[in-house]
């Protein structure tokens, strides 16, 4: 089994078409089921942000399994397949490792170095447990994908280089609107982005919050955190005039605020939603800057956090490639573990047999001398074995480590799934490390 990786993000896809892909609650938790029921996938996590649509999948077979998990993507979607398929990205094995390791880590990030991307994989993670369509495979894989991106986190400044969209998008609003502090902002929306928005919004020194969502216990819950206040979603356009600065980030399918629900006048907008909640028209009224996740794409955010940001990309990547080379070697390591347990468990039966044989041959040896002789064979069998077994699995750490292990197979004639074999690993590891 292997890992696959299909996906489309804001490297490959323009925003409205990641609108369109774009799956979230019921119809995230169908698509994956939808592709585990395929006889070639074993497990899948989902990883589905205004950024990326990435499907993960443990599979023993690689076409068949991008066939139908593009055909998958299309069906929810509504997007024909020769029009999704241009934007898609494929990594398989080591690639797809890679990948996910550096997408923890915030290397693929629309605003690099970015925390948020793991809170979302940890939920994507959440959910296929809940789901049950983890297994150990992916889970092991992206739990460690979350140790390294905490790692990149601590160990390196890409905190300070990078920003979460919010960060970025407030700092866009400074060059707007001069310093955010004494104005009015309008929080659009009670989520975790919401929430992520109000509590810059109040470090940033915004004493003036409203939340608007339309269940209005969650933004009265949202408020009190920030010390704002709550307002009712049907007064969202009064909200509107009174507000210097908003924030929308709600999971409507349609548009939120209309242009014609906004005052021209010296307002800023960032629109944090997928599919958008602000209407693109908005743009075109006096004094009014609206700032989307299109236009981050398009190059809006350039320059806005860039200090330290190269020496800080290149010392994560530097730890991606060294938790990829070790995930990878110990993977391999692991892979050769049933042949080695087979080979020691099939010369442990030979050494059985051949012991049994000696007794019924010659049954006058006393107890003392044929313990002796018994302990004897059983060290010279075990010494002969330790260095070639030792020794495959160091080779095993190789991308040619598979090879080594049929060697074995092939020259002993083993079957590593024999339950005699599994059984015996705990006593056989004991007697190797004797």
Known sequence: MSLLVVGLSHRTAPVA???RVSVSGDAL?????????SDCVAEVMIVSTCNRVEVYAVVDRF???VSEVTALLAVHSGVPVEQLVSHLYVHYEDRAVEHLFSVAAG?????????????????ALRLAQDEGTLGPTLNELVQQALRVGK?????TGIDRAGASLVGVGLRLAERALGPIQGLRALVVGAGSMSALSAATLQRAGVTDIVVVNRTHERAVRLAQTVGGRAAEFGGLA???AGADLVVSCTGATDVVVTADMVTPRRMFLLDLALPHDVDPAVRRLPGVTLVDLESMQNG???GVDDDGRAEAVAAVRAIVAEEVAAYLSAERAARVTPTVVALRSKAADVVEAELGRLASRVPEIEGRVRDEVAQTVRRVVDKLLHEPTVRVKQLAASSAGDHYAEALRELFNLDPKVPDAVRRVETIDMEVDR
């Not at 790692?151 to 160990?155: D, F, L, P, Q, T």
Request: no cysteine; aromatic share 0%.
């Open 17 to 19: 078409l990641l609108e």
């Open 29 to 37: 938790a169908k698509l994956l089921h939808d592709v585990q029921r």
């Open 63 to 65: 076409h068949a399994v």
């Open 107 to 123: 290397l693929d990030s629309m605003v690099v170095g970015e925390g948020q991307i793991l809170g979302q994989v940890r939920q």
């Open 151 to 155: 790692r990149s986190h601590a160990e």
């Open 238 to 240: 009064a909200e509107l």
């Open 300 to 302: 809006e955010i350039a």
